[in-house]
């Protein structure tokens, strides 16, 4: 489209431009690049956007490496983009370009009709799975350990038998895979910056040079690939039955009716596999941070969850009942939510209700091929739709009635594209909450950081890990 054109449409949409934030007339936007990874190395990236976000007003442009990407934290625009305008926002082909090679083609990483395909073989599983339950003070940093959990659950629901990370040695396949999957996950954001039209030729000239060696990225894909094949021919075919007598679902034996292409079941796999682990893994390790440092809330769920379970072991219909522990995991996912912000691309010209303007109350005009990003780190934070403790940790403030935040507070996405994990997740997590407590008289911090400090990876969760001091019920005082 050209200028004029994209001019008409948008007077022709009553759109005013977004206020825009420093140097728009810089191609690089270098001082956003430089400020942005100050803040990326001292762990206050995700402050920094807060800091943008309440200082410029609720939806701006800015150029940087090349781009002109619009920010916002409108929750009207952010349902548009995911659902009232859905049609009008794809993926694009970055995602694919930075997953791609870990992941391949997937739910994660396609759009239109492939994604509809991905989805509609994802979406049974988990309309149907429950979980699985499987004992002086304890000192533990409980983050690795929750990431090694819920591999080996996601393994047990994708391929039928669990990697048993928990329970394997080093060296073991189990942790190679384990480290290889961190390891590529961690390089992905490299690979992200390198997709920005300003770094591309660098890459190119990059890649040529690089073309006969094998990066340590690559090593790592071929690590996850050659690991995950091994296991799924076995797999589909195995341990169908649950202990009891049950079938046991498994994401592999359903798809295995649709395809036996083994590169679509690789990929169909780890999609999921890279949607569903890391995520629950971090909202568990944010969650236990904080309670790690709030006896009050600790003493509360002590008190609902012995009165609810009376030390037996929770099912899936009580675990619903415990209303509390909800809130907990609202809150948690509120305030440290594990994908703090995401990002669509324009398919068309297109609009977004809000933002446009002096006073933002226009629509503002987004072009074709534009990235919109929106972030809900900061919209999370907005007293306008949590009140005046929006920075307050208070899982109590899901009972007040008046509370609805809608498309303000979307740990889960929303819209056609929502996480379908969203259940399967919740319920998992407060499982584990669950047993922790009816395990543990009371949890302290063993760790001298203070305020959570963000690692911003694929999800986010605490960068000092979930360092604590665990004391067993029937351990004399
Ligand atoms: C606390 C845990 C979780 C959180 C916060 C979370 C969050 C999200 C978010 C924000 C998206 C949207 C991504 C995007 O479209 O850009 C998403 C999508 C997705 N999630 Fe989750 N997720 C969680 C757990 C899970 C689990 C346990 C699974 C499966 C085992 C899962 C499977 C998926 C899938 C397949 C998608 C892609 C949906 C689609 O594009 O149609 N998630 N999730």
């Known amino acids: 489209k050209t200028r004029w054109q994209n001019q008409t449409f948008a007077t022709a949409h ?44 609720p939806t701006f442009q800015a150029s940087s490496l090349g781009r002109t990407t619009i ?34 083609p997937g739910i ?41 959990l819920t591999l080996d659950s996601a393994t047990e629901l994708l391929l039928g038998r669990s ?50 060696k094998k990066s340590k990225f690559d090593e790592a894909c071929e690590t996850v690939h050659r690991t995950l094949d091994g296991s799924l021919p076995s797999s589909s075919r195995e341990e169908k039955e649950a202990p009891g007598g049950k079938e046991k679902y498994v994401f592999l034996h359903e798809i295995a009716n649709e395809t036996r292409d083994p590169l679509q079941l690789r990929h169909e796999t780890l999609n999921l596999l890279l949607a569903g682990r890391d995520t629950t893994a971090a909202l568990l390790s944010n969650t236990f941070f904080v309670l790690a440092r709030r006896p009050d809330i600790w ?19 009580g675990l619903r009942t415990v209303k509390y522990i909800r809130n907990l995991l609202n809150e948690s996912l509120r305030l440290y939510p594990v994908v703090p912000w995401n990002s669509r691309i324009a398919t068309e ?25 929106y972030h809900l ?30 498309w303000a507070c ?25 047993r922790l407590v009816q395990q543990f008289e009371s949890i302290e911090c063993h760790d001298a950081s203070t305020p959570w400090s963000e690692h911003v990876g694929l999800v986010t969760s605490s960068r000092t890990g979930t360092k604590v001091s665990l004391r067993p019920r029937n351990m004399p005082r």
């Open 14 to 57: 009553g759109c005013l431009p977004a206020p825009r934030y420093q140097q728009p007339e810089t191609i690089l936007g270098v001082q956003n690049v430089v400020e942005a990874a100050r803040a990326w190395k001292a762990n206050t990236w995700l402050e920094m956007w807060y800091h943008r976000f309440t200082t410029i007003g």
């Open 71 to 104: 920010f916002t934290i409108d929750p009207e625009n952010v349902k548009a983009v995911l659902a009232t305008k859905f049609k009008h926002f794809d993926l694009g082909p970055r995602r694919m370009k930075i997953l791609g090679p870990l992941t391949g």
């Open 108 to 148: 994660f990483t396609n759009d239109g009709t492939s994604w509809e395909h991905s989805r509609s073989l994802v979406r049974p599983t988990f309309t149907k799975v429950q979980p699985d339950r499987r004992s002086g003070s304890v000192e533990a940093d409980l983050q690795p350990l929750f990431f090694r």
């Open 163 to 212: 990697f048993g990370s928990l329970l394997s040695p080093p060296g073991s396949n189990a942790l190679r895979f384990m480290h290889a999957f961190d390891y590529a996950q961690c390089r992905i954001h490299v690979h992200g910056l390198r997709e920005s039209p300003a770094l591309r030729p660098f890459a190119w000239i990059q890649s040529l040079f690089a073309a006969k």
């Open 299 to 317: 003493a509360r769920l002590r008190s609902e969850i012995d009165q609810t379970f009376e030390g037996s072991i929770p099912d899936y219909d």
């Open 349 to 373: 010209n297109t609009t977004l209700p809000h933002g446009g303007g002096p006073d933002g109350r226009s629509p503002v005009f987004v072009r074709a091929g534009q990235l919109v990003n």
């Open 377 to 406: 780190w900061s919209m999370h934070r907005m007293p306008e739709h949590f009140g005046p403790d929006s920075h307050v940790f208070n899982p109590d403030r899901w009972d007040d009635s008046t509370l609805r935040p809608g």
């Open 410 to 434: 979307i740990p889960f996405n929303g819209g056609p594209p929502i996480c379908v994990g969203q259940q399967y997740a919740l319920t998992q997590a407060a499982y584990v909450v669950v």
